[in-house]
Protein backbone atom coordinates (compact mmCIF):
# COMPACT_ATOMS: atom_id res chain seq x y z
CA UNK A 1 0.00 0.00 0.00
CA UNK A 2 1.36 3.31 -0.94
CA UNK A 3 0.40 5.72 1.32
CA UNK A 4 1.80 8.84 -0.61
CA UNK A 5 -0.55 7.90 -3.95
CA UNK A 6 -3.16 7.12 -1.46
CA UNK A 7 -3.17 10.96 -0.23
CA UNK A 8 -2.71 12.48 -3.09
CA UNK A 9 -5.31 10.71 -4.94
CA UNK A 10 -7.56 11.74 -1.49
CA UNK A 11 -6.16 15.35 -2.15
CA UNK A 12 -7.50 15.01 -5.89
CA UNK A 13 -10.96 14.11 -5.29
CA UNK A 14 -11.53 16.89 -2.21
CA UNK A 15 -10.86 19.43 -4.87
CA UNK A 16 -12.69 17.98 -7.63
CA UNK A 17 -15.40 18.55 -4.98
CA UNK A 18 -14.00 21.55 -3.19
CA UNK A 19 -17.47 23.64 -1.99
CA UNK A 20 -18.93 20.48 -0.72
CA UNK A 21 -15.05 20.07 1.31
CA UNK A 22 -15.39 23.19 2.39
CA UNK A 23 -19.59 22.98 3.59
CA UNK A 24 -17.97 19.49 5.52
CA UNK A 25 -14.73 21.15 7.19
CA UNK A 26 -16.96 24.22 8.72
CA UNK A 27 -19.43 21.42 9.92
CA UNK A 28 -16.63 20.01 11.62
CA UNK A 29 -15.12 23.43 12.84
CA UNK A 30 -18.17 25.43 14.18
CA UNK A 31 -19.14 21.90 15.99
CA UNK A 32 -15.52 21.78 18.13
CA UNK A 33 -15.65 26.08 18.35
CA UNK A 34 -18.87 25.67 19.99
CA UNK A 35 -18.22 22.33 21.93
CA UNK A 36 -15.51 24.69 22.82
CA UNK A 37 -16.85 27.74 24.30
CA UNK A 38 -19.98 26.10 25.75
CA UNK A 39 -17.72 24.00 27.86
CA UNK A 40 -15.77 26.97 28.75
CA UNK A 41 -18.42 29.32 29.33
CA UNK A 42 -20.41 26.50 31.42
CA UNK A 43 -17.08 25.26 33.51
CA UNK A 44 -16.21 29.11 33.75
CA UNK A 45 -19.80 29.73 35.86
CA UNK A 46 -19.49 26.86 37.95
CA UNK A 47 -15.61 28.00 39.10
CA UNK A 48 -17.45 31.27 39.49
CA UNK A 49 -20.54 29.81 41.48
CA UNK A 50 -17.80 27.58 43.88
CA UNK A 51 -15.83 30.91 44.32
CA UNK A 52 -19.22 32.23 45.86
CA UNK A 53 -20.31 29.34 47.87
CA UNK A 54 -17.69 26.53 47.95
CA UNK A 55 -13.96 28.72 48.24
CA UNK A 56 -15.97 30.10 51.38
CA UNK A 57 -16.66 26.72 53.08
CA UNK A 58 -13.99 24.85 54.88
CA UNK A 59 -12.94 21.60 53.91
CA UNK A 60 -13.12 20.25 57.21
CA UNK A 61 -15.97 22.12 59.87
CA UNK A 62 -15.24 21.09 63.49
CA UNK A 63 -18.18 22.36 66.13
CA UNK A 64 -20.16 21.43 68.70
CA UNK A 65 -23.68 20.12 67.61
CA UNK A 66 -26.81 21.00 70.21
CA UNK A 67 -28.08 17.30 70.45
CA UNK A 68 -30.24 15.12 72.40
CA UNK A 69 -28.43 13.22 74.81
CA UNK A 70 -27.11 9.55 73.98
CA UNK A 71 -28.51 7.82 77.05
CA UNK A 72 -32.11 7.95 76.26
CA UNK A 73 -34.65 6.50 78.76
CA UNK A 74 -36.14 3.26 77.76
CA UNK A 75 -39.34 4.08 75.87
CA UNK A 76 -41.91 1.76 78.03
CA UNK A 77 -44.47 -0.25 76.31
CA UNK A 78 -48.15 0.15 76.31
CA UNK A 79 -48.86 -2.50 78.64
CA UNK A 80 -46.39 -0.80 81.70
CA UNK A 81 -48.06 3.03 81.01
CA UNK A 82 -50.86 3.03 83.63
CA UNK A 83 -48.87 1.45 86.44
CA UNK A 84 -45.30 3.01 85.82
CA UNK A 85 -43.79 5.99 86.40
CA UNK A 86 -41.41 7.27 83.45
CA UNK A 87 -39.40 10.77 81.81
CA UNK A 88 -40.85 12.76 79.04
CA UNK A 89 -39.74 15.80 77.52
CA UNK A 90 -36.00 14.45 77.70
CA UNK A 91 -33.63 17.89 77.05
CA UNK A 92 -30.78 18.81 74.71
CA UNK A 93 -27.29 17.35 76.01
CA UNK A 94 -26.18 20.17 78.21
CA UNK A 95 -23.01 20.77 76.32
CA UNK A 96 -22.71 24.32 74.84
CA UNK A 97 -21.12 25.53 71.30
CA UNK A 98 -17.85 25.82 72.97
CA UNK A 99 -14.65 23.73 71.60
CA UNK A 100 -13.52 22.53 75.06
CA UNK A 101 -9.27 23.07 75.04
CA UNK A 102 -9.56 24.83 71.32
CA UNK A 103 -5.71 26.07 71.27
CA UNK A 104 -4.24 22.47 71.98
CA UNK A 105 -6.40 21.01 68.75
CA UNK A 106 -5.56 23.95 66.50
CA UNK A 107 -1.85 23.01 67.36
CA UNK A 108 -2.35 19.68 66.65
CA UNK A 109 -3.97 20.26 63.31
CA UNK A 110 -1.57 23.03 62.10
CA UNK A 111 1.09 20.20 62.01
CA UNK A 112 -0.54 18.23 60.22
CA UNK A 113 0.76 17.96 56.70
CA UNK A 114 -2.48 17.47 55.13
CA UNK A 115 -3.88 20.52 55.87
CA UNK A 116 -3.01 23.85 54.28
CA UNK A 117 -4.00 25.95 57.61
CA UNK A 118 -6.53 26.35 60.14
CA UNK A 119 -9.01 29.05 61.28
CA UNK A 120 -11.13 29.19 64.61
CA UNK A 121 -14.40 30.87 64.42
CA UNK A 122 -17.09 32.17 67.01
CA UNK A 123 -20.63 31.98 65.48
CA UNK A 124 -22.84 34.76 67.42
CA UNK A 125 -26.66 35.26 66.53
CA UNK A 126 -27.11 38.85 67.17
CA UNK A 127 -29.96 41.72 66.72
CA UNK A 128 -28.91 44.74 64.86
CA UNK A 129 -30.74 47.80 66.61
CA UNK A 130 -31.12 51.09 64.78
CA UNK A 131 -33.76 53.03 66.59
CA UNK A 132 -36.80 50.50 67.51
CA UNK A 133 -35.90 48.52 64.43
CA UNK A 134 -33.88 45.15 65.33
CA UNK A 135 -32.83 42.77 62.84
CA UNK A 136 -31.82 39.42 63.13
CA UNK A 137 -28.61 38.25 61.89
CA UNK A 138 -24.83 36.54 62.80
CA UNK A 139 -21.45 38.00 63.53
CA UNK A 140 -18.26 35.97 62.58
CA UNK A 141 -15.50 36.76 65.46
CA UNK A 142 -12.81 35.61 63.06
CA UNK A 143 -8.75 35.43 63.66
CA UNK A 144 -8.20 37.85 60.60
CA UNK A 145 -4.74 36.34 58.90
CA UNK A 146 -5.71 32.44 58.60
CA UNK A 147 -9.35 33.77 57.58
CA UNK A 148 -8.00 36.04 54.80
CA UNK A 149 -5.83 33.08 53.56
CA UNK A 150 -8.07 30.20 53.45
CA UNK A 151 -11.33 31.99 52.58
CA UNK A 152 -9.97 35.47 50.55
CA UNK A 153 -13.02 37.43 52.67
CA UNK A 154 -10.73 41.06 51.22
CA UNK A 155 -12.49 39.69 47.87
CA UNK A 156 -15.87 40.73 49.01
CA UNK A 157 -14.81 43.90 50.71
CA UNK A 158 -16.43 46.42 48.42
CA UNK A 159 -15.51 49.55 50.84
CA UNK A 160 -12.82 49.53 53.85
CA UNK A 161 -9.93 46.59 54.41
CA UNK A 162 -10.49 43.35 56.28
CA UNK A 163 -7.12 43.92 57.86
CA UNK A 164 -8.65 46.62 59.95
CA UNK A 165 -10.77 44.37 61.87
CA UNK A 166 -8.03 43.85 64.53
CA UNK A 167 -9.15 47.14 65.81
CA UNK A 168 -11.52 46.65 68.86
CA UNK A 169 -14.72 47.05 68.56
CA UNK A 170 -14.58 47.13 64.78
CA UNK A 171 -17.01 45.44 62.33
CA UNK A 172 -17.77 44.66 58.80
CA UNK A 173 -21.01 44.42 57.50
CA UNK A 174 -22.97 43.08 54.42
CA UNK A 175 -24.33 44.88 52.03
CA UNK A 176 -27.60 44.22 52.23
CA UNK A 177 -27.42 44.99 55.96
CA UNK A 178 -25.99 48.26 55.50
CA UNK A 179 -29.10 49.40 52.82
CA UNK A 180 -31.67 48.24 55.13
CA UNK A 181 -30.18 50.03 58.00
CA UNK A 182 -28.86 52.90 55.92
CA UNK A 183 -25.31 52.74 57.38
CA UNK A 184 -22.18 53.39 55.90
CA UNK A 185 -18.38 52.85 56.68
CA UNK A 186 -17.48 55.06 59.80
CA UNK A 187 -20.91 54.72 61.04
CA UNK A 188 -21.47 53.01 64.67
CA UNK A 189 -24.22 50.18 64.79
CA UNK A 190 -25.52 48.71 68.19
CA UNK A 191 -25.45 45.06 69.03
CA UNK A 192 -27.13 42.62 70.84
CA UNK A 193 -26.42 39.65 71.77
CA UNK A 194 -28.55 36.28 72.81
CA UNK A 195 -27.62 36.75 76.04
CA UNK A 196 -28.21 39.94 76.19
CA UNK A 197 -24.97 41.73 76.29
CA UNK A 198 -25.13 45.20 74.27
CA UNK A 199 -22.03 46.45 72.25
CA UNK A 200 -21.43 49.18 69.87
CA UNK A 201 -19.15 48.42 67.37
CA UNK A 202 -17.58 50.84 64.85
CA UNK A 203 -18.18 50.03 61.37
CA UNK A 204 -14.84 49.52 59.04
CA UNK A 205 -16.26 48.15 55.64
CA UNK A 206 -18.74 46.61 53.64
CA UNK A 207 -18.85 43.54 51.90
CA UNK A 208 -20.96 42.31 49.07
CA UNK A 209 -20.97 38.29 48.07
CA UNK A 210 -23.56 38.45 45.75
CA UNK A 211 -25.53 35.78 47.91
CA UNK A 212 -28.31 37.67 49.40
CA UNK A 213 -28.95 35.52 52.26
CA UNK A 214 -24.80 36.22 53.20
CA UNK A 215 -25.06 39.85 52.46
CA UNK A 216 -28.83 40.97 54.62
CA UNK A 217 -27.34 38.93 57.56
CA UNK A 218 -23.49 38.40 57.90
CA UNK A 219 -21.10 40.62 59.45
CA UNK A 220 -17.38 39.93 60.59
CA UNK A 221 -15.44 41.08 63.23
CA UNK A 222 -12.47 39.77 64.92
CA UNK A 223 -11.91 36.94 67.54
CA UNK A 224 -11.66 39.16 70.77
CA UNK A 225 -14.01 41.51 69.99
CA UNK A 226 -16.74 38.39 69.77
CA UNK A 227 -15.64 37.09 72.51
CA UNK A 228 -15.67 39.99 74.46
CA UNK A 229 -19.32 40.69 72.64
CA UNK A 230 -20.49 37.26 74.57
CA UNK A 231 -18.67 37.65 77.73
CA UNK A 232 -16.92 35.04 77.16
CA UNK A 233 -12.59 33.86 78.20
CA UNK A 234 -9.98 34.43 75.18
CA UNK A 235 -9.82 30.78 74.46
CA UNK A 236 -13.55 30.50 73.88
CA UNK A 237 -14.14 28.98 70.12
CA UNK A 238 -17.08 27.83 68.54
CA UNK A 239 -16.07 26.65 65.07
CA UNK A 240 -12.22 24.88 64.07
CA UNK A 241 -12.45 25.25 60.17
CA UNK A 242 -9.86 23.31 58.23
CA UNK A 243 -8.66 23.75 54.18
CA UNK A 244 -6.47 20.84 53.17
CA UNK A 245 -4.18 20.41 50.12
CA UNK A 246 -6.05 17.37 48.68
CA UNK A 247 -10.72 18.33 48.69
CA UNK A 248 -11.34 15.07 47.74
CA UNK A 249 -10.20 13.94 51.19
CA UNK A 250 -12.54 15.60 53.28
CA UNK A 251 -15.03 13.33 53.87
CA UNK A 252 -12.19 10.43 55.10
CA UNK A 253 -10.51 13.07 57.00
CA UNK A 254 -13.81 14.66 59.21
CA UNK A 255 -14.94 11.21 60.01
CA UNK A 256 -10.84 10.99 61.22
CA UNK A 257 -10.89 14.14 62.83
CA UNK A 258 -14.47 13.66 64.62
CA UNK A 259 -13.38 10.87 66.39
CA UNK A 260 -9.73 11.86 67.61
CA UNK A 261 -11.58 14.98 68.65
CA UNK A 262 -15.10 14.16 70.38
CA UNK A 263 -16.50 16.52 68.01
CA UNK A 264 -18.82 17.32 64.97
CA UNK A 265 -17.77 17.43 61.91
CA UNK A 266 -19.18 17.75 58.81
CA UNK A 267 -16.85 18.26 55.03
CA UNK A 268 -17.74 20.51 52.33
CA UNK A 269 -19.46 18.04 50.28
CA UNK A 270 -21.78 17.36 51.95
CA UNK A 271 -22.89 20.89 54.09
CA UNK A 272 -23.12 22.01 49.83
CA UNK A 273 -24.33 18.23 48.27
CA UNK A 274 -27.33 20.00 46.34
CA UNK A 275 -25.17 23.00 45.33
CA UNK A 276 -22.22 20.40 43.51
CA UNK A 277 -24.83 18.50 41.91
CA UNK A 278 -26.19 21.64 40.24
CA UNK A 279 -22.64 22.04 38.67
CA UNK A 280 -22.37 18.54 37.47
CA UNK A 281 -25.90 18.71 35.89
CA UNK A 282 -24.54 22.26 34.48
CA UNK A 283 -21.37 20.06 32.84
CA UNK A 284 -23.18 17.59 31.76
CA UNK A 285 -25.56 19.40 29.82
CA UNK A 286 -22.69 21.67 28.35
CA UNK A 287 -21.08 18.19 27.27
CA UNK A 288 -23.91 16.64 25.94
CA UNK A 289 -24.67 19.75 23.36
CA UNK A 290 -21.26 19.91 22.28
CA UNK A 291 -21.10 16.51 21.58
CA UNK A 292 -24.67 16.65 19.86
CA UNK A 293 -22.97 19.47 17.50
CA UNK A 294 -20.22 17.05 16.41
CA UNK A 295 -22.25 13.96 15.67
CA UNK A 296 -24.36 16.20 13.16
CA UNK A 297 -21.33 17.91 11.54
CA UNK A 298 -20.21 13.97 11.17
CA UNK A 299 -23.35 12.91 9.24
CA UNK A 300 -23.14 16.20 7.16
CA UNK A 301 -19.56 14.14 6.17
CA UNK A 302 -20.86 10.84 5.81
CA UNK A 303 -23.74 12.40 3.01
CA UNK A 304 -21.45 14.65 1.71
CA UNK A 305 -18.36 10.97 0.94
CA UNK A 306 -21.43 9.22 0.10
CA UNK A 307 -22.65 11.59 -2.72
CA UNK A 308 -18.74 12.00 -4.02
CA UNK A 309 -19.07 7.71 -4.10
CA UNK A 310 -21.99 7.73 -6.56
CA UNK A 311 -20.34 10.38 -8.68
CA UNK A 312 -16.93 8.59 -8.96
CA UNK A 313 -18.06 5.63 -9.57
CA UNK A 314 -16.42 5.11 -12.97
CA UNK A 315 -12.85 7.21 -11.41
CA UNK A 316 -13.10 3.81 -8.57
CA UNK A 317 -13.41 1.64 -10.89
CA UNK A 318 -10.61 2.25 -13.00
CA UNK A 319 -8.62 2.31 -10.35
CA UNK A 320 -9.60 -0.86 -9.07
CA UNK A 321 -8.87 -1.56 -13.00
CA UNK A 322 -5.28 -0.64 -13.03
CA UNK A 323 -4.65 -2.42 -9.81
CA UNK A 324 -6.07 -0.61 -6.38
CA UNK A 325 -7.03 -3.19 -4.45
CA UNK A 326 -10.61 -2.53 -2.16
CA UNK A 327 -8.35 -1.90 1.14
CA UNK A 328 -6.12 0.83 -1.23
CA UNK A 329 -10.10 2.46 -2.32
CA UNK A 330 -11.07 1.98 1.42
CA UNK A 331 -8.47 4.31 2.55
CA UNK A 332 -8.27 6.61 0.29
CA UNK A 333 -12.01 7.70 1.05
CA UNK A 334 -11.09 6.92 5.06
CA UNK A 335 -7.96 9.79 4.42
CA UNK A 336 -10.76 11.96 2.74
CA UNK A 337 -12.60 11.96 6.03
CA UNK A 338 -9.51 12.19 8.35
CA UNK A 339 -8.24 15.20 5.95
CA UNK A 340 -11.52 16.80 6.29
CA UNK A 341 -11.26 15.96 10.43
CA UNK A 342 -8.30 17.19 10.79
CA UNK A 343 -8.22 21.13 8.94
CA UNK A 344 -12.02 21.24 10.53
CA UNK A 345 -10.26 20.59 14.11
CA UNK A 346 -7.50 22.72 13.73
CA UNK A 347 -10.01 25.69 12.30
CA UNK A 348 -12.63 24.59 15.68
CA UNK A 349 -9.41 25.03 18.37
CA UNK A 350 -8.85 28.50 16.74
CA UNK A 351 -12.26 29.89 16.77
CA UNK A 352 -13.33 28.10 19.79
CA UNK A 353 -10.46 29.73 21.35
CA UNK A 354 -11.46 33.40 20.05
CA UNK A 355 -14.97 32.79 20.71
CA UNK A 356 -14.39 32.20 24.11
CA UNK A 357 -11.78 35.38 24.07
CA UNK A 358 -14.97 37.36 23.09
CA UNK A 359 -17.27 35.86 25.84
CA UNK A 360 -14.29 36.51 28.45
CA UNK A 361 -14.26 40.24 27.11
CA UNK A 362 -17.76 41.17 27.12
CA UNK A 363 -18.88 43.58 29.94
CA UNK A 364 -20.87 41.70 33.15
CA UNK A 365 -21.41 44.46 35.59
CA UNK A 366 -23.86 43.62 38.17
CA UNK A 367 -24.68 45.36 41.39
CA UNK A 368 -25.10 41.86 43.79
CA UNK A 369 -21.74 40.68 41.98
CA UNK A 370 -19.15 43.70 41.95
CA UNK A 371 -15.97 41.88 41.87
CA UNK A 372 -17.22 40.08 38.38
CA UNK A 373 -16.20 42.15 35.89
CA UNK A 374 -16.54 40.02 32.59
CA UNK A 375 -18.19 36.74 31.82
CA UNK A 376 -16.63 33.90 33.16
CA UNK A 377 -14.05 31.37 30.68
CA UNK A 378 -12.71 28.35 31.80
CA UNK A 379 -9.72 27.64 29.39
CA UNK A 380 -8.89 24.28 30.94
CA UNK A 381 -6.60 22.61 27.96
CA UNK A 382 -8.87 19.34 28.19
CA UNK A 383 -11.65 20.87 26.40
CA UNK A 384 -9.27 21.49 23.33
CA UNK A 385 -7.86 17.71 23.42
CA UNK A 386 -11.45 16.60 24.05
CA UNK A 387 -12.91 18.10 21.09
CA UNK A 388 -10.20 17.58 18.09
CA UNK A 389 -10.04 13.29 19.67
CA UNK A 390 -13.73 13.64 19.24
CA UNK A 391 -13.73 15.28 15.96
CA UNK A 392 -11.15 13.12 14.32
CA UNK A 393 -13.16 9.84 16.30
CA UNK A 394 -16.78 11.19 14.53
CA UNK A 395 -14.98 11.71 10.96
CA UNK A 396 -13.98 8.56 10.61
CA UNK A 397 -16.86 6.76 11.68
CA UNK A 398 -18.60 8.87 9.08
CA UNK A 399 -16.28 7.93 6.59
CA UNK A 400 -15.58 4.62 7.08
CA UNK A 401 -19.27 3.05 5.73
CA UNK A 402 -18.75 5.46 2.46
CA UNK A 403 -15.32 3.90 2.62
CA UNK A 404 -16.63 0.30 2.50
CA UNK A 405 -18.89 1.13 -0.09
CA UNK A 406 -16.48 2.10 -2.32
CA UNK A 407 -14.23 -1.33 -1.19
CA UNK A 408 -16.80 -3.06 -2.48
CA UNK A 409 -17.51 -1.66 -5.96
CA UNK A 410 -17.38 -4.57 -8.96
CA UNK A 411 -15.12 -2.51 -11.89
CA UNK A 412 -16.40 -4.68 -14.15
CA UNK A 413 -20.03 -3.83 -13.42
CA UNK A 414 -19.69 -0.12 -13.28
CA UNK A 415 -17.28 -0.32 -16.79
CA UNK A 416 -19.53 -2.38 -18.44
CA UNK A 417 -22.73 -0.17 -17.21
CA UNK A 418 -21.23 2.81 -18.93
Do not use: C
Not at 90 to 116: C, E, F, H, T
Not at 294 to 301: Q, S
Amino acid sequence: MNFKLILNIAVHLLRARLKQTVVAAVGVTFGIAMFIALNGFMNGLNDLLDGLMLNRTAHVRLYNEIKPTADQPILLSEKYKNSTNFISSVKPKDRGKAIYNSQAIIDYLKKDKRIIDVAPKINVPVFFNSGTIEISGVIDGIDVVPEEKLFKVSDYIIEGKVADLVQNNSIIIGKGLADKMLLAKGDVIKVTSAKGNLASLKIIGISQSGIAEFDNTMSYTSLATAQKLLGESTNYVTDIQVKLYAMKSAPAVAKEFQNKFDLDAIDYQTANSQFETGSSVRSIISYAVGIVLLIVAGFGIYNILNMMIFEKMDSIAILKATGFSGNDVKWIFISLALIIGIVGGIFGLIFGYIFSSIIDSIPFETASLPTIKTYPINYNPMFYVIGIVFALITTTIAGLFPALKASKVDPVEIIRGK
